[in-house]
Each structure stands twice: as C-alpha cells, then as structure tokens.
T-cell receptor, first 115, second 111 residues
Framework: DTAVSQTPKYLVTQMGNDKSIKCEQN?????MYWYKQDSKKFLKIMFS???????INETVPNRFSPKSPDKAHLNLHINSLELGDSAVYFC??????????????FGEGSWLTVV | KNQVEQSPQSLIILEGKNCTLQ??????????LRWYKQDTGRGPVSLTI?????NTKSNGRYTATLDADTKQSSLHITASQLSDSASYIC??????????FGIGTKLQVIP
C-alpha cells in the first residue's frame, strides 16, 4: 500500500522540453508538498497546498507550476526545462500543515535529468 | 534567517557501535524538531518528532534529545546495524508553515 506515490521515478529529457510529475496520496491528508533535493542532498520546499489551496510558494521560477485537481493529487508541471532543473523532486503529504507537528510523509522521489 | 546545521557531514562506524549525530538550529519561533532517515534512492522517513516541552524521545534503537535553551538536538543510534546506513536529516519547524531542513549527516555502518 503506497502512501505517497509519484510518477515517473526517472525522467531524462532535453533542455527546453515541458514535463510533468504526478503525485497521489491515499492517506486522506489535507496538505501536499513538492520538495527539490539538489546534488548536495539539500531538501528545499517548493510548494505546499492545503485542501487544494496554495499556502506556500517559495521563490521558484514561474516555469514551475503546481496543479491540485483534488486534495489527494498534486502534480508538478515544468516548462522550458533547464540544466539546473536536474534534481530529485519529492512529493509529500501531511495531516494539517507541516509545521504544526504533523508527520510529513514523502514519496520515493522522481529523478529528473535534463540534458 | 532560519538555519539548521548538522554535524558531522559524514560518519563511518563499525557495526554494533553507537553513534551520535548533532543538529543546531536558529529557527524561531520554534514549533517542533524532527529527525528523518533517508535511505539511498528513497524518500525521507520520519523517526521522531519533538515539541518544545520534550527533552527525549525514543524510537527503537534511535533516541533523540532536545535542548530548546541551547537550540541543539542529537540523535543517538545504539548498537548500529548495516541497515542504519543512510542520511539522517534534522528538520525544524517555525510556526505552522515554515519548515527548515538540515543538509543531513551521511552515516555508513560497515561490518
């Protein structure tokens, strides 16, 4: 039973392309997130949605656009991919807001390589 | 600026030995502190979560401590196993939304 699942796990694409990463959680959580983990293994939040409403939007290029069709899904669309976008992207979810002490459950990550 | 610093950056220990990982933070206002374990190629998994009033919390062979006065936390691993090889990430929350991740300590347990 996968709690937070994201697809694809691996993605290799050329510069300039547009790609999407999908995420679904079956935990009944209200809040979902996208994190980026760079080559130095530093995890940084990109977006957070609570009940389909955007609540955190860190300084991320507007080429990145999250979409939440319902509270169980949060997809990440990236336009005009650049080499610097190569990273591991983690989807996550929590009951309530992440800073309030609720455990954040992470997906297995999506390895994006831009060539 | 909210920061979370972890030490050491990496650590190699023999199987069966104990080790302690450190986390110092400047996050304010403090809400809670968590330790996550991230296996290579996997997503982080929560080990412990502590609020301001908690000094110690255990999860099996993992024991986390928190000193809110000095803004320090440690994660102690007892009788290490090969499966403990992973990155351990300290995460500190300020208020209800701001969550700051440390860069992690990479632990390798060797036979």
């Amino acid at each position: 039973d996968t709690a937070v699942s994201q697809t694809p796990k691996y993605l290799v694409t050329q510069m300039g392309n547009d790609k999407s990463i999908k995420c679904e959680q079956n935990l009944g959580h209200d809040t979902m997130y996208w994190y980026k983990q760079d080559s130095k293994k530093f995890l940084k939040i990109m977006f957070s949605y609570n009940n389909k409403e955007l609540i955190i939007n860190e300084t991320v290029p507007n080429r990145f656009s999250p979409k939440s069709p319902d509270k169980a899904h949060l997809n990440l669309h990236i336009n005009s991919l650049e080499l610097g976008d190569s990273a591991v992207y983690f989807c996550a979810s929590s009951r309530g807001r992440g800073g309030s002490g609720n455990t954040i459950y992470f997906g297995e990550g999506s390895w994006l390589t831009v060539v | 600026k909210n920061q979370v610093e972890q030490s050491p950056q990496s650590l190699i220990i023999l199987e069966g030995k104990n080790c302690t990982l450190q986390c110092n933070y400047t996050v304010s206002p403090f809400s809670n502190l968590r330790w996550y374990k991230q296996d290579t190629g996997r997503g982080p998994v929560s080990l412990t979560i502590m609020t301001f009033s908690e000094n110690t919390k255990s999860n099996g062979r993992y024991t986390a401590t928190l000193d809110a006065d000095t803004k320090q936390s440690s994660l102690h691993i007892t009788a290490s196993q090969l499966s403990d090889s992973a990155s351990y990430i300290c995460v500190v929350s300020a208020g209800y939304q701001k969550v700051t991740f440390g860069i992690g300590t990479k632990l390798q347990v060797i036979p």
